[in-house]
């Protein structure tokens, strides 16, 4: 979610099938295929190359540890049926506990309002603003449908101008020193 911006529901709901999802891109990237979105709109999200080698290296999923059968259990995850959903999670409490282990291990605090996973929306919008210049080029990397929506993520960027204070007089610079 975090290298797509996409929200957590658009990559769980029935229609985000393993036959969706292309990882042989010639240049290591990859495509997902989301059939339908919170916005009921159609998009292929580009997964980075970091993205395709963590979906190649998805390990087997383990049978339960009861013995009961599990459906997949020891298949290889890119060898599941092409009808199968990407995503074998469900947005409930078991998901959203992980999430928070993760953080905790991670040594990360937020407020309890921002814990969740749209965090990976936002800190995706963050990250792009400054390659993709700006709302408009957001809006092109397919997230959001109209410019106006990223116009909020728009405070996080340092214009030029203000980057300009790194030729402000310093101490070492005032003695001749460059540091």
């Known amino acids: 979610m975090l290298y797509t911006g996409r929200r957590i529901g658009d990559f769980l709901n ?10 042989n891109q010639s240049d290591g990237s990859g495509t997902l295929y989301l059939g339908r979105t919170k916005n009921r709109e159609t998009v292929t999200v580009y ?11 998805m390990p087997p999923r383990p049978p339960r540890k009861d013995g009961r059968p599990r459906q997949d259990a020891g298949v290889p995850f890119l060898d599941r049926s092409p009808d199968a959903r990407v995503f074998r999670f469900h947005k409930g409490g078991a998901l959203r506990a992980m999430l928070a282990e993760a953080m905790k291990n991670a ?24 390659m993709v ?7 092109r990397t397919g997230r959001w449908k109209d410019p106006r929506s990223a116009e909020g993520y728009l405070h996080a960027k340092v ?6 204070a ?12 460059q540091r």
């Open 133 to 139: 210049g700006d709302n408009y080029g957001l809006a």
């Open 14 to 23: 029935d229609n985000t099938k393993l036959r969706n999802l292309n990882l």
């Open 159 to 164: 214009s030029s101008e203000a980057r300009q």
């Open 107 to 130: 040594g990360l605090s937020f407020p309890k309002r921002e814990r969740g996973f749209h965090l990976f929306c936002h800190t995706y919008a963050t990250w792009m603003l400054p």
């Open 166 to 177: 790194d030729l402000l007089p310093t101490p070492f610079r005032a003695k001749g020193v």
């Open 47 to 57: 997964l980075p190359p970091h993205v395709v080698d963590k979906f190649k290296a």
